[in-house]
C-alpha cells in the first residue's frame, strides 16, 4: 500500500522560505504521480503542485514562481521548495500518491490520490 511521512513544516515570516518533504516507503515510488496538497482551516483540500511520472509539474496559479515540486526517485523523496511565502501560505500540507503512469492533469485532484501523508503545518506570519 505505502506509506508517506512529510517533514520540513515550520513558522516563518512573509517572504521567508520552507523545504518540505516527503519520504515515500513500501511502494515502487517512480511510477506514480506525486503531489502536495493543503488545506486551511474551514477551507477545502486544494492541489498546491503536482510531479509526474516524466518529471512533468503542475501549479496552482496561487504558487506559480514561488513554489518548486521536485522528487528523488534514488532516495523516494519529495520535496516542495516554498520561496516568498505569504501568510495565504498558512496551512497544514499534505503529500500525496496519485495515480500510475500518469501524466500532466491526470495526477490532479484530491479523487486521484490513493495514499496520504499525515500532514505537516506551514504558518506564515505577516
Known amino acids: 500500500q505505502g506509506q508517506l511521512t512529510e517533514s520540513g513544516g515550520g513558522s516563518v515570516q512573509a517572504g521567508g522560505s520552507l523545504r518540505l518533504s516527503c519520504a515515500a516507503s513500501g511502494y515502487t515510488f517512480n511510477v506514480y504521480c506525486m503531489s502536495w496538497f493543503r488545506q486551511a482551516p474551514g477551507k477545502e483540500r486544494e492541489d498546491v503542485a503536482s510531479i509526474d511520472t516524466n518529471g512533468g509539474t503542475i501549479y496552482a496559479d496561487s504558487v506559480k514562481g514561488r513554489f518548486t515540486i521536485s522528487r528523488d526517485n534514488a532516495k523516494t523523496t519529495l520535496y516542495l521548495q516554498m520561496n516568498s511565502l505569504k501568510p495565504e501560505d498558512t496551512a497544514m500540507y499534505y503529500c500525496?500518491?496519485?495515480?500510475?503512469?500518469?501524466?500532466?492533469?491526470?495526477?490532479?485532484?484530491?479523487?486521484?490520490?490513493?495514499?496520504w501523508g499525515q500532514g505537516t503545518q506551514v504558518t506564515v506570519s505577516s
Open positions: 500525496a500518491r496519485g495515480p500510475q503512469w500518469r501524466l500532466g492533469a491526470d495526477c490532479l485532484g484530491v479523487q486521484n490520490q490513493h495514499v
